[in-house]
């Protein structure tokens, strides 16, 4: 088991008009990823409202600002259990095959515009055993041919952007796998947690985009900006791209500052709690029910 501790502060400033915000930095419950305790403060005294998306899992909290300062605080231990297979058991699912729920993660979305990439995905990518092996072939691509580069992208940066300019932060590696993986009939997700086990020389921690694919009736991890150990990824949420699990939509005149974030793992051998660090086998927090539910 993985039990990581989450600390996540957001400082912005209102408008006199006030704004309403919905959040999803709230660790998602799934089967494998067990929220044991959390807590949550805000710095003006305004209801609150925390939804779980009955299908998704995703967590999320719609707050209606006042004018002035605004702070939120969010503390979580979340415990992990991860799926450990031997990539060379996974194999694509059919189309014919998928649960109902998964077939959405194959169309193009905003951010990823697959069907721009059907030519060049076949061309580096269709000889290749359909499995986990072609998955693990375009993450690899993804990260030799894009550039981490912090501040070289805005929120309207697409894959196909991302495949012209080749740099991005890993938001923009993300939509990028995705849309060659949805070129090949390969459903993939994106989803979002924090970077435990980034460099440093990378900036302060922060928030992380990462890739979920469906193979063998499972959601496995995989992280083509290369920058963090994926064993130590909380999920806050899942979607088509970054418009569907935005940390902070925000609906109305606000200024924000960078976010504060403290990403630590327990290290207790005795209690059977082991840090994160690489692994050779393909990873999953989905514990198989779950997947056919679209989670």
């Known amino acids: 088991m993985v039990r990581i501790e989450l600390d996540i502060e957001l400082s912005y400033t209102i408008d006199p008009q006030g704004a309403d915000f919905i959040f999803n930095i709230h660790a998602a419950q799934t089967p494998c ?13 305004v209801p609150v409202q925390v939804e779980t998306d ?30 450990h297979t031997a990539p060379a058991q ?11 729920e998964v077939i959405g ?29 072609r998955v693990q072939a375009i993450c690899d691509w993804v990260s030799r041919h894009v550039t981490f580069t912090s501040r070289t992208s805005n929120s309207n940066t697409s894959a196909v ?26 459903p993939a997700r994106f989803a979002t947690g924090t970077d435990y086990g980034a460099d440093p020389a990378l900036g302060l921690p922060d928030f992380h985009a990462y890739v979920e694919v469906y193979l063998g009736e499972r959601w496995y991890i995989f992280d083509p900006s290369g920058t963090v150990i994926p064993m130590g990824l909380v999920r806050f949420g899942t979607g088509r791209d970054a418009a569907d699990v935005a940390i902070a939509t925000i609906f109305g005149n606000v200024q924000g500052q960078s976010p504060r974030i403290r990403t630590v ?16 086998d393909a990873l999953s927090t989905d514990d198989g029910w779950r997947s056919n539910r679209g989670s």
Not at 35 to 40: C, Q
Not at 162 to 186: K, P, W, Y
Request: proline share 8%; hydrophobic share 40%; with cysteine.
């Open 161 to 186: 952007d991302t495949l012209i300019e080749q740099v991005g932060i890993c938001r923009d590696f993300s939509h990028l796998m995705i849309a060659l993986c949805r070129a090949l009939n390969i």
């Open 105 to 133: 993660y194959l169309y193009p979305s905003r951010y990823c515009q697959s069907d721009r990439l059907i030519k060049l995905a076949n061309r580096e990518f269709g000889h290749l055993w359909q499995g986990h092996c």
């Open 54 to 83: 009955p299908v998704s899992g995703n967590r999320y909290m719609r707050v209606h600002a006042l004018p002035g300062p605004l702070a939120v605080s969010y503390h979580a231990t979340v415990a992990l259990l991860h799926q």
């Open 265 to 280: 793992a327990e290290d207790n051998p005795a209690q059977g709690v082991w840090l994160p660090q690489h692994s050779q």
């Open 33 to 45: 990823q067990t929220v044991v305790a959390e807590t949550l403060q805000l710095s003006q005294p």
């Open 90 to 100: 996974l194999a694509e699912v059919p189309v014919c095959r998928l649960p109902p």
